[in-house]
């Protein structure tokens, strides 16, 4: 047995080595997507916001405000001449948002007749623009209000050790576990590279599983693996599992690396979790193989399942959040489990104790194969399905 599993893994290697898709899937998409995102995200987050004012006041007041607002560190105000050109700028994307100072804002502010100031953003494209921009926008709001304020509890004879307590009784003093700079890439980019590495896995896999198939191929591979379908899978799966797992092991190791992510806990059990998320993602893909014995439609239902991962690990939006009649889901994703590892290891240092049962999911789903591996054998025995 052993030497037919050697045999099968010789001819892997002779295959992989013959059709250059096999590396150009995993090694040269892992490799663009790093140097996008780690490039696109160097900054942690965006920076220089574009935000429209349209300033119909201009008073001193309204154009302290301008000038706040271009101070920022997310901001740079754009100072527009009406509404309808701020629209034109937001609906074309040349803004991420903008604010309407109305008329007589400053004598308003002065009397406290609460003068109401417009805010539009940009929450479909892109979101995070947009977000932001409303943030960065609420805060000069809110410290214009309170300069305001100040100004006039000094006129009215206030002592200045009373007028901080009224303007902010409750002061916040708020602690980011694991992202004391909030920084954007440090729970984005990473979760999203290790999600583009389980679609590689999953695509790469299916395509060659499925390949036997189309290219009536199976037979030759069952003769090497002596007609144990499991020779043959365990075979053509071993020179997979270790390239992707050494893409994930490096992936780590510049995250945490040279680019300093931040981590408390061990790398080393981080790459344990990464090799049980290869071998999940692995079995998922010779199950849809399984079930559907075509390699056109494998890889499609494949590039499905690997997407929705992204949107059922978790990390862009919680889980509890989603209808309730989907949140279960989430468990058909190996993604899932392996975020909950990661933030457990990453961001708290738990150790293996801390998340051993969703390492014990990421191997439950080894079990995949083993549900339909007869269907599996006899389309490879019997090439009885289309090849198109």
Known sequence: ????????????????????????????????????????????????????????????????????????????????????AAQRELETGRISGYVVVPEHFDEEVQAFHCPKMQVQVNLMYPVI????????????????????QRQVLRA??????????????????????????????????????????????????AYSVGSELKYGTSRHLMEFAGGDIWTAIVGKL?????????????????????????????VGWLILATLAMVLAYEAVAVFIVSVLPTLRLSVCVSALYSVLGFSFAGFTLPISALPYGVQGLSLLFPLRFYYQIYTREVYFGTGFEGWWPYLLALVAFQLLPFILNKRLSNAYIYQNYPRN
Do not use: W
Not at 159 to 172: A, K
Not at 250 to 265: I, K, Q, R, T
């Open 238 to 266: 071993a020179p997979y599992t270790l390239l992707f797992t050494l893409i994930g092991v490096c992936l780590e190791l510049l995250l945490f690396g040279p680019l300093h992510y931040p981590m408390a806990g061990s």
């Open 129 to 148: 623009g947009g977000a932001l921009a409303y943030k960065d926008i609420l805060y000069m709001v809110n410290l214009t209000n309170g300069a305001v």
């Open 156 to 205: 009215k004879g206030i002592p200045e050790s009373e007028i901080m307590g009224r303007l902010q009784p409750v002061v916040l003093d708020a602690h980011y576990i694991g992202n004391g700079p909030t920084n954007y890439s440090y729970y984005l980019v990473n979760m999203i590279l290790m999600g583009i590495l389980g679609m590689c896995v999953t695509l790469v896999v």
């Open 1 to 84: 047995m052993l030497q037919n599993l050697y045999k099968v893994i010789r001819r892997e290697i002779r295959i992989m080595h013959s059709r250059p898709i096999y590396l150009l899937g995993s090694v040269g998409v892992m490799l663009a997507a790093t140097l996008f995102f780690t490039t696109f995200m160097r900054e942690g987050m965006p920076q220089k916001l574009r935000i429209g004012v349209v300033d119909l006041d201009n008073s001193s007041t309204s154009r302290n405000f301008r000038q706040q607002l271009d101070a920022t560190q997310m901001g740079t105000v754009v100072e527009l001449g009406s509404v309808s």
